[in-house]
């Protein structure tokens, strides 16, 4: 029986991205260090074709594809109801079952679909707090063109890129090429747009790879960035908040590989983390107020992970790009970051939810309807 004075908590993960899987592997970290006197947890995988599923082995059969077993449920798009149903089939007819109602939701999402503003609209419409960024944090956070240009807006150091569609690549290969070497010199990065964990991602020293880059991108996004390359180390700041966000102390990627690929990132167990990052403590500083004020120009909100490239040559640091659903595995760096600044693992996703119900609080505060003055 369910303790009255528990929150009411779903946590979504899988999803129709090509980051499904290290979604999975976020999501069962989380779930494992729940405190389950504190909430009560409904795990919801959601499949590569989109729906979404409860029961038992959840992560084995996302993986396997076996929803045989697997209930589907469904949240509606109904302001006052924030009630999750079971979807059972009978034949031809449907029928919604109710499950519970939620307080708020916790979007293990990485990529599309999930961490680009659709599924925090939808959540917007549903009435429900959910952990993290907000629609317009999310969807200007995803795409890597347009986030680029608000940071030159702002005037943050960012390198030269420029943004090449899908058509363009499949129609015209020689113009994107010609686009793409305008950049810079060689190397050049080819990355989809709107997709994380290196998913697409190709170094290219040469024509030929720039070639294979961009059609291997286009198979991820319609619209893809070239940014130029450089010797760089990565640094990487945890920032955690809504109206008043802090910032972790910085620490630094080790690539096992040229860069830090999927592989790298997932596959590779030689790549490490230096954290603290080794630089002096006065760019500590910078970067970790540049990470807080990069964090509010997009409107962030419960957490993110902001990514600097920090030049061999010039020792210049540069923006990478902010990850609004960072990797949650207990040793992804966003975690491991507050982890070293004095927030253990389990007390930043306490934090994350209680982030996220005083957010829902503050919205509930905007007037829906229209007064006089008077």
């Known amino acids: 029986m ?13 999803g129709r991205s090509g980051e499904h899987q ?8 989380v779930l494992s ?15 590569q074709d989109g729906n979404w599923y409860i029961g038992e082995n959840i992560f084995q059969k996302l993986q396997d594809q076996d929803f045989a077993s697997l209930d589907r449920v469904t949240l509606l798009p109904n302001p006052e109801d924030a009630t999750l149903y079971k979807i059972e089939i009978n034949g031809e007819k449907q029928s919604l079952i109710p499950l519970v109602k939620l307080d708020v939701v916790f979007p293990l999402l990485h990529g599309t ?28 956070a995803m795409d890597k063109g347009l986030f680029k240009d608000i940071m030159r807006q702002y005037r943050f150091p960012v390198l030269n890129s420029t943004i090449i569609t899908r058509s363009t690549i499949q129609e015209n290969l020689p113009e994107a090429i010609r686009i793409a070497e305008e950049v810079s010199h060689y190397p050049l990065f080819v990355k989809p747009a709107n997709l994380g964990s290196s998913v697409g991602v190709t170094k290219c020293h040469n024509r030929q790879e720039l070639m294979a880059g961009l059609t291997f991108a286009a198979i991820y996004d319609r619209r893809i960035i070239i940014e130029k390359g450089i ?15 802090e910032a972790s102390i910085p620490g630094e990627i080790i690539p096992a590989e040229e860069f830090y690929s999927y592989d790298a990132k997932y596959l590779n ?9 080794r630089i002096s403590e006065e760019t500590i500083e910078e970067l970790r107020l540049l990470a807080v004020e990069i964090y509010k120009s997009v409107d962030c909100a419960g957490m993110a992970r902001v990514d600097f490239l920090f030049d061999k040559d010039s020792s210049r640091y540069y923006v990478c790009e902010i990850n609004t659903i960072p990797g949650f595995t207990k040793i992804s760096m966003y975690p491991k970051l507050w982890e070293a600044s004095g927030l253990s693992y389990t007390k930043l996703i306490d934090r994350l939810i209680e982030l996220a119900m005083e957010r829902k609080v503050e919205k509930d505060k905007t007037e829906r309807k229209f007064r006089s003055k008077s």
């Open 231 to 245: 010797s760089a180390r990565e640094i990487e700041v945890s920032v955690l908040g809504n109206e008043n966000p």
């Open 2 to 14: 369910t303790k009255p004075n528990k929150i009411q908590l779903a946590v979504l993960f899988g």
């Open 22 to 29: 290290v979604s999975l592997m976020s999501a069962m970290s």
């Open 113 to 140: 679909f999930g961490e680009d503003g659709t599924m925090q609209g939808y959540l917007e419409i549903c009435d429900i707090a959910y952990v993290g960024a907000g629609v317009l944090g999310s969807s200007v």
């Open 269 to 277: 167990a030689d790549s490490e983390l230096i954290i603290p990052a």
């Open 33 to 47: 260090v729940l405190d389950q006197d504190r909430y009560n947890v409904t795990p919801i995988g959601i499949s």
